[in-house]
């Protein structure tokens, strides 16, 4: 067998490393995908049902099978802060109809920061891990995930107001069937 030289074994690592990123990055695209176009179409939809003229943020707030929502945060074509709700089915498909599209104005309702305020009412010292826009018990609402000690915990909410909806629900600490 003959000894390759330092130079070529260096070529054959960058290639091989290189090959592993492309695969990497291809299994990635695939998965993520279906969540794209999902979020892609929940775009569209609020891009015309609110005549939005620009984009700033969208959600997504899964909370069980009849609470699946892509929620576009953006300005409207009246130069209004707008959120809105595309509920989606469970095979991802949108909801069709009256109840497939919910178009909020921002002014006057709570905001993400008074939501992750209202967590320190009822979970005094608790980390908020996420907050984001969705829907408790057919309600818009912010949904709160926190942390306090070694818990972790869903508080809902009311998006208009900042009502309670729901909560706190502590989630098991293991998985475990025991």
Same mark, same amino acid.
């Given at each position: 067998?003959?000894?390759? $030289?330092? *130079?070529?074994?260096?070529a054959?690592?960058?290639t091989?490393?290189g090959?592993?990123?492309?695969c ?20 569209e939809?609020?891009?015309?049902q609110?005549?939005?003229?620009s984009l ?8 069980? /099978? #009849?609470s ?7 300005q409207?074509?009246?130069q209004q ?5 595309v509920?989606?089915?469970?095979? $991802?498909?949108?909801?069709? *109809?009256?109840? =497939? ?9 709570i ?6 305020q209202?967590?320190?009412?009822d979970l005094p =010292?608790?980390?908020?891990v996420?907050a984001?826009?969705?829907s408790?018990n *057919? #309600? ?10 070694d ?8 998006f208009? /107001? *900042?009502?309670?909806?729901? $909560?706190?629900?502590e989630?098991?600490?293991?998985l475990?069937?025991?």
């Amino acid at each position: 067998m003959r000894n390759l $030289g330092s *130079g070529k074994w260096i070529a054959i690592i960058i290639t091989v490393v290189g090959l592993i990123v492309l695969c990497v990055n291809q299994f990635y695209v695939h998965v993520m995908a279906k969540p794209w176009s999902h979020e892609q179409e929940a775009l569209e939809i609020a891009q015309k049902q609110a005549n939005l003229t620009s984009l700033t943020r969208t959600y997504q707030s899964v909370w069980n /099978d #009849k609470s699946i929502y892509w929620v576009v945060q953006g300005q409207n074509n009246q130069q209004q802060e707008v959120m809105v709700w595309v509920k989606f089915n469970k095979d $991802g498909t949108p909801v069709q *109809g009256a109840n =497939g599209v919910h178009v909020e104005k921002t002014a006057g309702t709570i905001n993400v920061q008074q939501a992750e305020q209202l967590v320190q009412t009822d979970l005094p =010292g608790a980390e908020v891990v996420r907050a984001v826009p969705g829907s408790y018990n *057919g #309600k818009y609402a912010w949904q709160v995930f926190s942390k306090s000690g070694d818990h972790y915990y869903y508080v809902f909410y009311n998006f208009r /107001d *900042g009502t309670k909806l729901g $909560g706190p629900m502590e989630l098991p600490n293991t998985l475990s069937g025991n």
